[in-house]
């Protein structure tokens, strides 16, 4: 089900009356409902974003496919944000061992512009507004913990900034040799300034990550300018940030450079952080726990549990998730199925694992864990593949029958975006019920259930829904239609339904979605 929205420059209670859904005396009585009695004040924009927990993150679309993609599909569905990659300008790479202009060029930035392979500085503007004029947020990949690698022997850039990457010098924002990180500077101590020991605190956090050139963000002037780079895209009306590398800027560096933002234009708060604290120390300074305090943190350990249950075929050991020993708290995570450095490690799952993938974001969008992000980025064959781009490589536009990965504007994902939508004040599991290892159900209070099914062949069974009795239409074959189901139709007798489960997928109910 999609439910219509509101246009958000209307006055804010024009759409109630012309909807009817207020019969009032006049502009006396309409006037009380607003706070401070004021007829004609400004609304809260707030009030006309989605209010929903889940993002798209559309990883490397350029700027205009993301508007289109929030106009078209991700509005519409209910998405409460769009995560979008670095939009900072980059390093320009025509020749490198892993061919032209590779992925990662977005995460060697060399100024703070906006001019990049992903559009310009105008088109992301109207992005931003395309993306709240459909109710969605934007939420940037924020590289800060760098800037290109020193180790580049090409100097050329998408917006023409000179940099030079042996001399550490970027003029355009302008950063110089002394506001980075060195061996055994004081910083780094290291004698290649490259990090080795991945549980030394220090040295993960004030030597290079893969040569790439280190900031030193115990510099005042450093942070100075990360937040005047993080601020002029809140000033565009950004909404929050995925912080590149978290886990490599000193906790104390980074409270500081949050503590120098601004609130969001849209909704006058705090921008929303996502920590990227990758996995792997043993070393408690270094994991997500230590972190939490400045922001949510990316969900790895979710993300490979799921894989592992979703390709051994036990959905069964899903009911014991609140026993899994995950980075952080529900509340303090940035859930997900894969992202673009896992999907290419291999530690999660993938488009290139096809139904487990699909089902596995099923389960995302309805276990509450976090909150969720659906990826799509790129088809690829070789790990540092570029986008598809022209001879420049200036991205072209996302074409979902051709190179690009669509599965956030699917029927069943945004179906079952809808569900986690409608099923959000039901907070807890109930009625989990595994009816085979592979095949299983659970509710959302009286709000909603799921079943899903990772065997070979259909899967018939009887569930406690939770749900009142009626009939209603499954969100994963396209919910409710003119006249009825557009999909499958589901009868709740006595709390009860029998449900039959595809092979390899689900059948997903909520009381907004009632024949
Ligand atoms: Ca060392
Ligand atoms: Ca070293
Ligand atoms: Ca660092
Ligand atoms: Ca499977």
């Keep these: 089900m999609q439910r219509a929205r509101v246009p958000r420059r209307l006055p804010p209670l024009a759409p109630l009356l012309a909807a009817g859904a207020l019969v009032l005396g006049g502009s006396a009585a309409a006037a009380a409902l607003l706070p401070g009695g004021t007829a004609g004040a400004a609304p809260p924009a707030a009030a006309d974003l989605n209010p929903s927990d889940v993002t798209a993150n559309l990883w490397e679309w350029n700027w205009p496919s993301v508007a289109r993609a929030c106009t078209e599909h991700l509005g519409p569905a209910g998405y409460g944000a769009v995560q979008v990659a670095p939009p900072a300008e980059s390093v320009s790479l025509a020749g490198t061992s892993e061919g032209a202009h590779p992925w990662w060029e977005v995460y060697q930035p060399v100024s703070y512009g906006l001019t990049s392979r992903l559009g310009t500085r105008d088109e992301f503007a109207a992005m931003v507004t395309a993306c709240h004029d459909a109710g969605v947020r934007v939420y940037v990949d924020a590289v800060i913990n760098h800037m290109a690698g020193h180790d580049n022997t090409v100097n050329t850039t998408y917006g023409g900034s000179a940099f030079d990457p042996q001399g550490f010098s970027y003029p355009a924002v302008p950063?110089?040799?002394?506001?980075?990180?060195?061996?055994?500077?004081?910083?780094?101590?290291?004698?290649?300034?490259?990090?080795?020991?991945?549980?030394?605190?220090?040295?993960?956090?004030?030597?290079?990550?893969?040569?790439?050139?280190?900031?030193?963000?115990?510099?005042?002037?450093?942070?100075?300018?990360?937040?005047?780079?993080?601020?002029?895209?809140?000033?565009?009306?950004?909404?929050?940030?995925?912080?590149?590398?978290?886990?490599?800027?000193?906790?104390?560096?980074?409270?500081?450079?949050?503590?120098?933002?601004?609130?969001?234009?849209?909704?006058?708060?705090?921008?929303?952080?996502?920590?990227?604290?990758?996995?792997?120390?043993?070393?408690?300074?270094?994991?997500?726990?230590?972190?939490?305090?400045?922001?949510?943190?990316?969900?790895?350990?979710?993300?490979?549990?799921?894989?592992?249950q979703f390709q051994n075929g036990t959905l069964s050991n899903l009911e014991g998730i609140p026993s899994w020993s995950l980075e952080a708290a529900s509340s303090q995570t940035y859930a997900m199925v894969t992202n673009h450095d896992t999907e290419r490690d291999g530690?999660?799952?993938?488009?290139?694992?096809?139904?487990?993938?699909?089902?596995?974001?099923?389960?995302?969008?309805?276990?509450?864990?976090?909150?969720?992000?659906?990826?799509?980025?790129?088809?690829?064959s070789s790990r540092g593949q570029s986008p598809p781009a022209d001879a420049r490589g200036f991205v072209t536009d996302a074409d979902c029958a051709s190179g690009w990965q669509c599965i956030t504007r699917s029927t069943g994902i945004t179906g079952m975006v809808g569900w986690r939508n409608a099923t959000a004040s039901a907070t807890a599991v109930s009625d989990f019920t595994a009816t085979a290892r592979d095949v299983i159900g659970f509710s959302r209070g009286s709000l909603g259930w799921i079943g899903l099914n990772d065997s070979a062949g259909p899967s018939t069974a009887s569930y406690a829904t939770g749900l009142a009795d009626g009939v209603y239409c499954d969100v994963i074959t396209g919910g409710t239609g003119p006249g009825g189901c557009a999909g499958t139709a589901v009868t709740v007798s006595g709390g009860t339904a029998t449900v039959t489960i595809p092979a390899g997928g689900a059948v997903a109910i909520h009381a907004g979605a009632r024949r």
């Design 347 to 380: 530690s999660t799952l993938s488009y290139k694992n096809g139904g487990d993938y699909t089902l596995a974001n099923y389960f995302l969008l309805a276990y509450p864990y976090g909150r969720p992000a659906v990826f799509d980025g790129f088809a690829w």
């Design 175 to 308: 950063y110089g040799y002394g506001d980075f990180h060195h061996a055994n500077d004081g910083y780094c101590n290291d004698d290649d300034a490259g990090i080795d020991d991945w549980n030394d605190k220090s040295e993960v956090q004030n030597c290079e990550l893969v040569a790439l050139s280190d900031l030193k963000t115990q510099s005042g002037y450093v942070r100075g300018k990360i937040a005047g780079y993080l601020n002029d895209l809140i000033g565009l009306g950004v909404d929050g940030f995925r912080v590149d590398a978290a886990k490599h800027i000193d906790q104390d560096d980074f409270a500081a450079i949050k503590g120098a933002l601004n609130d969001t234009t849209a909704e006058g708060r705090p921008p929303y952080i996502a920590q990227e604290i990758f996995p792997g120390a043993s070393n408690p300074e270094l994991q997500a726990a230590a972190f939490t305090r400045n922001g949510d943190v990316l969900g790895f350990a979710y993300a490979m549990g799921i894989k592992t």
